[in-house]
């Protein structure tokens, strides 16, 4: 790899979120949050700085393929770095902070918050708050200003923070159709560089463009991206959430991310006309967008004649009937379907919302929601784990072998939705299941190596805490369940997870590639 050639990519994406970050700090001030606004400026500044400087170091190459690959990988880990600078600067430790920030932008969920203030929402911890780098500059700014009639510097008492609550959220949305492909939706002249982001990106075997220009497909993509959004906020406020939660709610569950500014998630509201409002968008949100483009665009039934999202829609119902039947839900038999199918779509489409403790339902229900996790939402989704069209690839080849043995000589064609599936795109497809399920088996034993002597961790925290971040979900069980959180998990294995998380977001190929040294050899 031409490490000054990818230093021209990645360069501009921190100069992007440079200016991204001044958004939530815009939120910290109209709160009058001194120490967020401190917090976010400071982070943009040094973002843009890192930016500036790079790009000085950078050569004016055509990037090839491996540079596509890199800045695919290494993007979500400057993303998730310069991220966590504004839970770091607010009083969270380094490695929370990280945790924190990559479990954001892959849109994961998972949480090391662990207080909340009266109106439920999420705050720093008083003692943190009060020694961080944030309050410190924000006292001597009071200090400065002590005397001036013009301008006076505020304090919160409780530290809440909306603007760091509105950051986790939005840094969701932007993982969600995905910060790379947002790069490529703006930055011009990109050429090749371009094609082999948005291959590298988009989550799923299928990555065929919508349109003739990788630059104009990604522009479709994030424009339907954003209708359904608005389209969210508006239905939540209109349900009578509060504007701010309509915002941090529709970001986390279009990316499928879970992230709430409300500790007991959306339990808190207690409506069942948000829990369905938000049921219908994570439900969208994990079918391909390339089908509500289509949809939109020109043909009204894309996404009932497509096998994947049938077979999808099909899974749904039944893992719902299963806990509707032995999980073990309270209430009459629509709060049974309504708690069923919210956490049903929510963990499939690896939300991760929660409006009940699904930590206490029956084995039968835990277990199916595990498998869940594992199997994810659909190719082309904001929605992380193996992928639907995966399962049914899978499926299909354990039939198709099965008949080999009976017909030894037939030649068997294996179809998807009655089209005919290339080997180019069977193989891989295969080798990421067997992959996947590698790591996973690799990852959660050293979460238990790890974990040794802890008598919280359990085997069915460590099982599902790899489940949940390697899938981009967000709570597990036990130890990790809904109603707690990864504050108490060792920082060693919070870092393994937070590798998990990466791992996951980037479809396991494109971050076991930098593994390879081919890759570093120019």
């Known amino acids: ?19 991204l970050l001044l958004i939530p700090g815009a939120v910290a001030a ?57 839970y770091v600067f607010l009083g969270i430790g380094f490695i929370d902070g990280l945790f924190e920030s990559m479990s954001a932008f892959t849109t994961t969920g998972s949480s090391i918050l662990t207080e909340s203030n009266s109106q439920g929402y999420w705050i720093v911890n008083s003692t943190l708050a009060n020694s961080s780098l944030a309050h410190h500059l924000e006292l001597s700014l009071r200090n400065l200003t002590a005397n001036s009639a013009l301008l006076q510097i505020g304090s919160s008492p409780e530290k809440t923070y909306m603007g760091l609550l509105f950051w986790r959220s939005f840094a969701q949305w932007l993982g969600g159709m995905g910060i790379i492909l947002l790069f490529v939706a703006i930055l011009p002249r990109l050429g090749v560089a371009g094609r082999q982001l948005y291959r590298a990106e988009v989550p799923g075997p299928d990555k065929d463009a919508l349109t003739p220009r990788i630059k104009q497909t990604a522009r479709v993509l994030w424009v339907v991206y954003i209708l359904l959004t608005a389209a969210e906020i508006v239905l939540l406020y209109m349900a009578g959430m509060p504007l701010f939660d309509s915002l941090c709610n529709t970001f986390a569950s279009m990316a499928t991310g879970g992230f709430s500014p409300q500790s007991s998630s959306i339990m808190a509201y207690k409506s069942w006309i948000i829990d369905a409002v938000i049921t219908l968008f994570c439900f969208l949100a994990g079918a391909n967008f390339a089908l509500h483009y289509r949809v939109l665009n020109s043909d009204r039934k894309a996404l009932f004649k497509d096998v994947e999202f049938r ?171 809904p109603m707690f959180s990864f504050a108490e998990i060792d920082p060693a294995a919070k870092m393994l997870l937070f590798f998990c998380m990466w791992i996951g977001r980037l479809e396991v190929v494109t971050a076991l590639v930098l593994l390879m040294p081919e890759f570093w050899k120019k």
């Open 311 to 481: 077979f999808y829609s099909l899974i749904v119902l039944a893992a719902t009937m299963i806990i509707v039947l032995w999980g073990g839900l309270e209430g009459d038999i629509l709060r049974k379907i309504q708690l069923a199918l919210f956490q049903v779509v929510t963990i499939m489409t690896t939300t991760g919302f929660a409006t009940a403790d699904f930590d206490r339902w029956t084995a039968a229900a835990k277990f199916t929601l595990m498998l869940l996790m594992l199997i994810g939402a659909c190719a082309g989704s904001t929605g992380g784990a193996i992928k639907v069209v995966r399962i049914l690839l899978v499926l299909k080849s354990a039939y198709r072998e099965l008949l080999h043995s009976l017909h030894p000589k037939a030649v068997i064609p294996l179809k998807l939705g009655g089209v005919p599936v290339k080997d180019e795109v069977l193989r891989p497809s295969n080798i990421f299941v067997a992959l996947y399920l590698i790591i996973f088996a690799s990852a959660s034993l050293l979460l238990a190596i790890i974990s040794y002597g802890d008598p919280g961790v359990t085997i069915e925290t460590i099982i599902s805490a790899v489940a949940t971040t390697l899938g981009n979900v967000g709570p597990g069980f036990g130890m990790v369940g």
């Open 30 to 86: 109209y709160y009058a949050e001194t120490g967020g606004v401190i917090a976010f400026a400071v982070t943009s500044l040094l973002t843009l700085a890192a930016g500036i400087i790079l790009g000085r170091l950078s050569i004016e190459e055509e990037p090839g393929l491996k540079e596509g690959f890199a800045l695919v990988a290494l993007g979500w880990l400057g993303a998730a770095f310069f991220g966590a600078l504004p």
């Open 1 to 19: 790899m031409r490490v000054r050639v990818f230093l021209r990519l990645f360069a501009p994406l921190l100069k992007i979120l440079a200016v």
